[in-house]
C-alpha cells in the first residue's frame, strides 16, 4: 500500500472515530421522517453469525439480480429512457444506452439536456468523443440505481434489521453501516445507514437509499425477464419528497454475435476518460452553529459529484425542514475541495457528505 493511500485511510479512521465519539457525547437529531423511509420503526442489531449470514444473502441475491455486468453474464442491449428534474445544470427529458459484450468490452451513449457523450471501452481503456466532459449528476443517479443498487463489500459491515411493509406487501430492510456493532434497537433508521428493503418471498429489492433524503422505487409490474434477471421496467428516484427522475427500460435484449469492430473507438474518441466509482460517504463537522441547541447534532446530508482534482461540480442537500442550514452546507461543501483522486485512471466521484452542525466547540 503507498504511503499516500496509507495516510488517507488513517484521516478517514480518525474522523470516523471522532464521529462516533462526538455522536455519543450529544444528542443526534433524528432521521427526518418520509413515506418512503420504512425502516423508521425500531430496527433490531443483528449479530449472531447464522441470521447476519441470511440477511446479507437476502442483500446478495437484490446485488445478483441487477448485476447484467456480472463476468459470464449473457451479452446484452440496453435502452431507457427518463425524465431529469431539479435544481441542476442538466434536467430534462434524455436517454442512454449500452451495448454490453463482456466486463472488458463494452460501450454506451447517454443525452441529457446540452450534455451528450459516447464511450467505448477496450483494451482497458475508456475512450469519449468529449473527455473533458463530466458526467451529470443525474446520469450517475440513474446508471447506479440501473446497475448497482447494491454496491460494495458488506460482509464485515455493521447490521440491524427492520420488518415493514410496502404495497402491501411485507418487507425486510436491512441496514448496513461501517463501525461496531452497538446496542441502539430502540431506534429507526441512523443517519450514516443504507438501507435495503426486499420482498423476501421474489428476493427482489423494493427501495434502495443510499442515504436519509434519497429513494430509489422501483416498479416490478410489468417486469423484464432476462437470463434469471427480473427487472424493474420503471424506477423512479426521489429526494427529499420530490421525484427527481422518473425512468424506463425501453429494451433489454441478447447481443448476439459480437462484433469486436463495434468496439474500436471511432475516429476522434480520445481516452482515457474518467471512470465512476461507487459513492463514498463520510461526515463532515461544523462546530459553533447559532442554530443548533447546545448538546445536538443537526446532520444535513449533500450530494455532491467532483472532478479529477476534487472540485465539486454539482452539489445538492437532502433535507431541507431547515432552509438556513441546507444552505450553510451546501455553501460549506462547494467552497471545499476535497483533494484528487488517486489511482491510475482519471475517477469522477459522488460523495454523500454528512455536515453535523453543533452548538460548541
Not at 442537500?317 to 475541495?337: C, F, G, I, M
Request: aromatic share 8%; hydrophobic share 40%.
Amino acid at each position: 500500500m503507498s504511503r499516500t493511500r496509507l495516510l488517507g485511510l488513517l484521516c478517514l479512521t480518525f474522523l470516523l472515530a471522532a464521529d462516533a465519539f462526538g455522536q455519543t457525547q450529544r444528542q443526534v437529531a433524528p432521521v427526518p421522517g418520509d413515506p418512503l423511509e420504512l425502516a423508521a420503526v425500531p430496527a433490531r442489531v443483528v449479530d449472531a453469525p447464522d441470521e447476519r449470514a441470511s440477511l446479507l444473502s437476502l442483500v446478495e441475491r437484490a446485488r445478483q439480480n441487477n448485476n447484467l455486468h456480472a463476468p459470464g453474464g449473457a451479452p446484452y442491449e440496453l435502452k431507457v429512457s427518463f425524465n431529469a428534474m431539479g435544481q441542476t445544470p442538466y434536467s430534462g427529458v434524455g436517454e442512454l444506452s449500452e451495448t454490453w459484450a463482456a466486463p472488458g468490452m463494452w460501450r454506451w451513449s447517454e443525452r441529457l439536456g446540452s450534455y451528450a457523450q459516447e464511450r467505448v471501452f477496450k483494451g482497458g481503456v475508456a475512450y469519449d468523443t468529449d473527455p473533458q466532459a463530466y458526467q451529470p449528476l443525474r446520469l450517475q443517479m440513474i446508471r447506479q440505481a440501473i446497475f448497482w443498487p447494491v454496491a460494495g463489500q458488506l460482509a464485515n459491515s455493521r447490521l440491524r434489521v427492520a420488518q415493514a411493509e410496502w404495497q402491501g406487501r411485507p418487507v425486510t430492510c436491512v441496514l448496513v453501516s461501517a463501525g461496531r456493532p452497538r446496542d441502539d434497537s430502540t431506534q429507526g433508521r441512523r443517519w450514516e445507514e443504507e438501507e435495503f428493503c426486499v420482498d423476501q418471498q421474489t428476493g427482489l429489492l423494493q427501495t434502495y437509499s443510499v442515504a436519509p433524503g434519497l429513494y430509489n422505487v422501483y416498479d416490478y409490474g410489468n417486469a423484464l425477464q432476462f437470463h434469471g434477471h427480473t427487472l424493474a421496467r420503471q424506477f423512479s428516484i426521489v429526494e427529499n419528497g420530490s421525484t427527481v427522475v422518473q425512468a424506463q427500460i425501453e429494451s433489454l435484449s441478447d447481443l448476439g454475435a459480437v462484433d469486436a469492430g463495434a468496439f474500436t473507438p471511432a475516429q476522434g474518441m480520445r481516452g482515457p476518460g474518467a471512470i465512476i466509482r461507487e459513492p463514498l460517504r463520510f461526515p463532515q463537522i461544523v462546530r459553533g452553529s447559532a442554530a443548533v441547541p447546545p448538546g445536538t447534532i443537526q446532520p444535513v446530508v449533500v450530494l455532491a459529484a467532483l472532478d479529477t482534482t476534487g472540485k465539486v461540480l454539482e452539489a445538492e442537500a437532502l433535507q431541507t425542514s431547515d432552509p438556513a442550514l441546507s444552505d450553510e452546507a451546501l455553501r460549506l461543501v462547494k467552497s471545499t475541495n476535497y483533494g484528487p483522486a488517486r489511482g491510475a485512471v482519471p475517477l469522477q466521484r459522488e460523495f454523500f457528505i454528512r455536515v453535523q452542525f453543533t452548538a460548541g466547540q
